[in-house]
């Protein structure tokens, strides 16, 4: 047997549980079918997989035919079964992986006697051990780290929570199976659960007939807090912790000193950009609703600790700082007093913790009423009190749960995650404008101005000790909103406290005056004082495009010869935050020239930090899909250019990701381990001479790749009107601007065609959606070809570079994982039947489907492959057993957007919505095939 052979048969032998689940799975979903559809039904859903799978093996004319045949025979009421048969096995199997995930991590574990899996923590601090250097070195890391992990919403999020419950219903059931061993009778219960769980999963809708409201985006987001994320995290920080402990020669368990070193951040309910539903009321409410989970939270933490920590008087004295404590509560609180003493009379930490549970009761729901705890620290230092007490007694094991507690009010506070605020330029300039005119302060208004006269203007408002805006400002509804977010972030700030909320992110950043307009707007509301002050703000830029981050580094060092912002950086003790946009990069410029101008930006802001004594927060604003910068996050971190981590990063978490991520508690546990791990070894490099050297030898090539991607990216989507016609007929992206599946509009300017008015999120996703995948990978195939012909080396540097330089091998294999996700020929069935004029398709389609060819010749060939995934087996098997099943989703939603195209404005507009939620329920089908959205 060859290696190769031997390879696949063990992945074989070790997939086989994966294999024996989704078999499991599928037959009872097809038994459920059967009852409630009947044999019909379920033959016609056999017929599109079988031909499906047979089409991916021999693609012939006869079978593609009679798969057309057959879709074009179905009514729309039978189309629309089949769609959900089909989305309800994805369900199914996507929960089979995730479990399956975590089954092949334990099976490893065990096989590799404990030998620690690559990437995580225990493997870092294993190379480590002997090392003095690194040791020494890996101490200052980790008592330096500063991970942040910003959850976002998503405009194209498709599964409904009561799915997503569903779901993990099912993995718990999944889990189950895998740990014998069970009786008969607990078999048959785990089956007959399943089953519950799947006919309630057909009998459910899929799609969500409601608007989500933000509250609603708000919930959702914060469920995987609730549910995993808040365990997940203590199990990664007391790792760091005891590591941190280890290399500083602590003798005893000194885990109650206050340490943070990855926390969480949440756009939902503070990012206005484009999404006028977020109003100052919204973000209120938000931050009410953060802190309510976490108060729950802790307050069932505290029934945990009661049963743990039963010590009596009996066997341990505590001492006079703690009785003096609990008499003082005893006082406070007569009522619960007299209740509970005489019954825990000997069991003293009982009743202050009883007392401790009624003060965040009370801050919970009456946070003005006496004994509620006013701040975080409050509830820590008392929990630190009963941890200190029982540790000074020798007690170690059962302080477990004590010390997680104390972890996790380090961690979330009272607020749980930091929310962002984030609003576009224009946005503020527009109310400046207003302000001034309204005002009589500027003829002609603000925007009349030059750059180098509103810099002026706004350096010496913001000196100026007198108001600007009035109390009670009489301007237009956006201008009034716009200055209320900045009153609102004063009271939040003062009733939650800094942590909570104080960073300010400008969209669309591109001079200084949309920087120094925040701290004017700050500076009116008494959120930045030039004097000392309880409030501050933390004013982040957003370079989103190709030519903005190219220019970010000449605009910092302009910035800085302002003296109004050069005291507020010192304000700021020199913490800068920058954040750079993957979305809006690729979008404008592909994904070629989008990374390399990222990785570029990314060397230049720092090396200018270094030079003026600033630090830099980089803030990647990655999506979740290649298109938008997603991928591996433990890849993409150390694939950053040397110093830029420098043990702090902040990184978004796209809503379309999330449940992937942090709906399993295994698997978010070993997201939060890769990601802490990434950071520490990124970390720990050292500037090297040599590789420097190496970097601007490659320098030449790289540019000259980037620029001639640029250039034939935007001569197909900029170079004509005619592009967005094609765009438009060839994905479902006109329907997608129609349903129902976000809070937030799918375009910045209402009314607009344009791209670049566009979000970054719905072009991609439309592309996802038709099979495209075009943002992954247009470009890549011209420009090498072009670089090669024309440099009889470029090619083995080319090789060279995605060996050794992890920059550019995660872009080859970036651009890889996206082709072999496409499927050009279901895209041509798109075109076929979508795309109006034959003349407007030939042009457009023949070009993608020439420089798809081009691209994946390129890839293979820097790669050394034969075929796209051969060094990736696990990901080529996934999306070969995945593709043929989807297909039959995309087929019938080509169908129903023709239906829905077909009727006229003035039509019948039931029918039309009726079709349209079938549309919804195949688009939900294709991303859930696919694993992924925009």
């Known amino acids: 047997m060859s290696s190769s052979s031997a390879s696949k048969a063990i992945t074989d032998d070790r997939d086989r549980p994966l294999r024996e689940d989704v078999r499991l799975l599928g037959s009872l979903l097809g038994d459920t079918i059967r009852r409630f559809e009947g044999d019909a039904l379920f033959d016609v859903v056999e017929r599109f997989r079988l031909l499906s799978k047979s089409i991916h093996n021999t693609p012939t004319a006869e079978l593609k035919k009679e798969l057309s045949d057959l879709v074009e025979s179905l009514d729309a009421e039978t189309a629309g079964k089949v769609i959900k048969a089909f989305l309800t096995y994805f369900d199914l199997i996507n929960i089979a992986e995730q479990n399956h995930r975590v089954r092949r991590r334990t099976q490893r574990e065990h096989e590799t006697n404990d030998r620690p899996e690559p990437d995580s923590l225990t493997s870092v601090f294993d190379r480590m051990e002997n090392n003095q250097d690194g040791k020494s070195r890996l101490r200052k890391v980790i008592s330096q780290l500063d991970v942040q992990v910003v959850?976002?919403?998503?405009?194209?999020?498709?599964?409904?929570?009561?799915?997503?419950?569903?779901?993990?219903?099912?993995?718990?059931?999944?889990?189950?199976?895998?740990?014998?061993?069970?009786?008969?009778?607990?078999?048959?219960?785990?089956?007959?659960?399943?089953?519950?769980?799947?006919?309630?999963?057909?009998?459910?809708?899929?799609?969500?007939?409601?608007k989500p409201q933000v509250m609603d985006e708000v919930r959702y987001g914060l469920y995987h807090f609730e549910n995993v994320v808040i365990r997940a995290i203590l199990d990664v920080h007391h790792d760091l912790v005891s590591e941190l402990d280890k290399l500083s020669g602590e003798s005893k368990w000194n885990h109650i000193q206050p340490r943070r070193f990855i926390t969480f951040g949440s756009w939902i309910g503070g990012d206005r950009d484009g999404n006028p539903f977020v109003t100052p009321e919204v973000t209120v409410n938000t931050l009410n609703y953060q802190r309510s989970l976490v108060l729950k939270h802790y307050m069932k933490e505290m029934e945990i600790l009661f049963n743990d920590l039963s010590h009596s008087h009996n066997w341990l004295k505590m001492s006079e700082e703690f009785y003096s404590s609990l008499e003082q509560d005893r006082i406070l609180f007569p009522e619960l007093d007299e209740r509970y003493r005489d019954r825990y009379r000997l069991e003293e930490v009982r009743q202050k913790l009883l007392f401790m549970q009624e003060k965040l009761r009370r801050a919970l729901n009456s946070p003005d009423q006496p004994g509620s705890y006013q701040h975080h620290l409050e509830f820590r230092r008392e929990l630190e009190m009963i941890y200190s007490e029982l540790e000074s007694h020798g007690c170690i094991a059962s302080l477990t749960s004590l010390r997680k507690m104390l972890y996790a009010v380090d961690i979330f506070g009272f607020h749980l995650a930091k929310l962002d605020v984030r609003q576009h330029s224009e946005r503020?300039?527009?109310?400046?404008?207003?302000?001034?005119?309204?005002?009589?302060?500027?003829?002609?208004?603000?925007?009349?101005?030059?750059?180098?006269e509103k810099v002026s203007f706004l350096a010496k408002e913001i000196e100026n000790p007198r108001p600007l805006i009035p109390a009670h400002p009489q301007f237009s509804e956006p201008t009034n909103q716009t200055i209320e977010v900045f009153r609102t972030m004063v009271s939040l700030q003062d009733k939650f406290g800094i942590p909570a909320i104080d960073t300010y992110i400008v969209s669309m950043t591109q001079s200084k005056s949309d920087l120094l307009a925040i701290l004017l707007f700050a500076k009116e509301a008494g959120l930045y004082s030039t004097q000392k002050s309880n409030r501050t703000i933390s004013v982040v830029p957003l370079f989103e495009t190709i030519e903005d981050l190219q220019n970010a580094p000449k605009l910092f060092e302009a910035l800085l010869q302002v003296g109004a912002y050069k005291n507020y950086i010192k304000h700021r003790a020199n913490l800068q935050e920058v954040m750079i946009g993957y979305s809006d990069s690729g979008k404008n410029g592909g994904i070629t020239a989008a990374n390399w101008e990222l990785y570029k930006a990314q060397r230049a802001l720092v090396q200018f930090g270094r030079k003026e004594g600033i630090q830099l927060r980089l803030f990647h604003g990655r999506g979740g899909t290649i298109g938008r910068g997603g991928g591996p996050t433990h890849r993409a971190i150390l694939a950053q250019p040397e110093g830029t981590v420098d043990h702090r990063i902040k990184i978004t978490e796209q809503g379309e990701v999330i449940a992937a991520k942090y709906a399993m508690n295994d698997i978010a546990v070993r997201n939060f381990d890769r990601l802490a791990a990434a950071v520490i070894e990124a970390s720990l490099g050292s500037?090297?001479?040599?590789?420097?050297?190496?970097?601007?030898?490659?320098?030449?090539?790289?540019?000259?790749l980037s620029a001639k991607s640029f250039t034939v990216y935007r001569d197909l989507v900029y170079g004509s009107k005619n592009f967005i016609e094609f765009f438009n007929q060839t994905t479902p992206l006109p329907e997608i601007g129609e349903l129902r599946m976000g809070s937030r509009p799918a375009r910045r300017k209402s009314g607009s065609q344009s791209i670049d008015d566009l979000r970054a999120i719905?072009?991609?996703?439309?592309?996802?959606?038709?099979?495209?995948?075009?943002?992954?990978?247009?470009?890549?195939?011209?420009?090498?070809?072009q670089v090669t012909q024309g440099d009889s080396t470029a090619l083995q540097t080319m090789r060279a570079m995605y060996s050794d330089w992890p920059f550019f091998n995660g872009l080859v294999k970036k651009i890889e994982t996206a082709l072999a996700v496409a499927d050009l020929e279901i895209a041509r069935y798109y075109s076929d039947n979508l795309v109006q004029s034959k003349k407007l398709k030939d042009e457009y389609f023949s070009r993608i489907e020439e420089e798809f060819q081009w691209t994946r010749d390129a890839i293979l060939s820097i790669s050394q492959q034969s075929e796209?995934?051969?060094?990736?087996?696990?990901?080529?098997?996934?999306?070969?057993?995945?593709?043929?099943?989807?297909?039959?989703?995309?087929?019938?939603?080509?169908?129903?957007?023709?239906?829905?195209?077909?009727?006229?404005?003035?039509?019948?507009?039931?029918?039309?919505?009726?079709?349209?939620?079938?549309?919804?329920?195949?688009?939900?089908g294709v991303a859930s095939g696919l694993q992924s959205t925009g």
Do not use: C
């Open 151 to 210: 959850f976002t919403a998503h405009p194209t999020e498709i599964t409904r929570r009561t799915v997503l419950i569903k779901q993990l219903e099912l993995a718990r059931l999944l889990k189950r199976r895998d740990h014998p061993p069970l009786s008969r009778r607990e078999t048959k219960a785990v089956t007959d659960d399943l089953l519950k769980v799947i006919e309630s999963l057909w009998m459910t809708d899929h799609v969500i007939y409601f």
């Open 428 to 452: 503020h300039l527009d109310a400046l404008d207003e302000i001034t005119k309204t005002l009589k302060l500027i003829e002609g208004g603000y925007r009349a101005l030059g750059e180098d």
């Open 687 to 704: 500037f090297d001479e040599k590789s420097e050297l190496v970097y601007k030898e490659r320098t030449p090539l790289l540019e000259s």
């Open 762 to 785: 719905p072009w991609v996703f439309a592309w996802t959606q038709s099979r495209f995948m075009l943002p992954g990978w247009y470009g890549f195939g011209s420009a090498f070809q």
């Open 868 to 924: 796209l995934l051969d060094n990736t087996l696990y990901l080529r098997k996934s999306i070969e057993l995945r593709n043929p099943y989807v297909d039959p989703v995309s087929y019938l939603q080509v169908q129903f957007l023709k239906k829905v195209r077909g009727i006229s404005a003035e039509g019948d507009a039931s029918a039309r919505q009726e079709l349209l939620d079938y549309v919804l329920m195949s688009i939900n």
